[in-house]
């Protein structure tokens, strides 16, 4: 990696940690010169704009959850054993992937109502994750551990139910329980999957 990656890459891990914590809408050039102590032009020179700059902090984001979470996921024999590898990584994606939580579901309310390549790449980002847990959950299925007619987009729509409570118990109301509780709806999920 060359040394000019090497500092892009640093740049964005570091936008990407404040992105976290005050919002993508509020990441600017500005607050992450003041955040890196590097000089707005130099910034510039990286990012031509608000809106490059974020959408570059998005597709470094994505990079880290395909890493933290996907690549893992994917190391795990196929079928049950791999939904569960992903509940788990993508639990800890939560807890520890970044200072101010999963920088996806905060943009996500932010860009929802937005048009634009930020809202274009978010959405982008959040259909290929759907798609990663339909291809697992399908093997799955294949593999018969779950049942031959689950409605595997149903699955993987209450996986991502799960993962949004645990995220806003965790986060804003900040419940002790908030895992234990995730762990529960995941066990009757998967539970509910088998054949029966």
């Known amino acids: 990696m060359s040394k000019g990656v090497e500092t892009r890459t640093a740049i964005l891990d570091e936008a990407t940690e404040l992105a976290s914590r005050v919002g993508l809408g509020g990441l600017t050039i500005g607050t992450l010169a003041t955040q890196t102590g590097l000089s707005k032009s130099?910034?510039?020179?990286?990012?031509?704009?608000?809106?490059?700059?974020?959408?570059?902090?998005?597709?470094?984001?994505?990079?880290?959850?395909?890493?933290?979470?996907?690549?893992?996921?994917?190391?795990?024999?196929?079928?049950?054993?791999?939904?569960?590898?992903?509940?788990?990584?993508?639990?800890?994606?939560?807890?520890?992937?970044?200072?101010?939580?999963?920088?996806?579901v905060n943009a996500v309310s932010e860009f929802d109502d937005q048009e634009g390549p930020v809202r274009d790449e978010l959405l982008r980002a959040e259909r290929d994750k759907a798609e990663s847990v339909l291809t697992i959950v399908t093997a799955a299925v294949t593999e018969r551990d779950f049942a031959g007619d689950l409605d595997v987009e149903q699955f993987g729509f209450e996986l991502e139910g799960i993962m949004l409570a645990h995220h806003h118990n965790s986060r804003m109301m900040r419940a002790p329980d908030a895992e234990s509780r995730a762990r529960t709806a995941f066990e009757r999920l998967v539970e509910s999957a088998r054949p029966h």
Do not use: I, M, Y
């Open 42 to 104: 130099g910034l510039f020179g990286h990012f031509a704009s608000k809106e490059a700059l974020q959408v570059d902090v998005l597709l470094r984001a994505r990079e880290r959850f395909v890493d933290a979470v996907l690549r893992p996921t994917l190391s795990v024999p196929r079928g049950e054993p791999r939904v569960r590898a992903l509940f788990e990584h993508w639990l800890s994606w939560q807890r520890n992937g970044l200072s101010g939580g999963c920088l996806f």
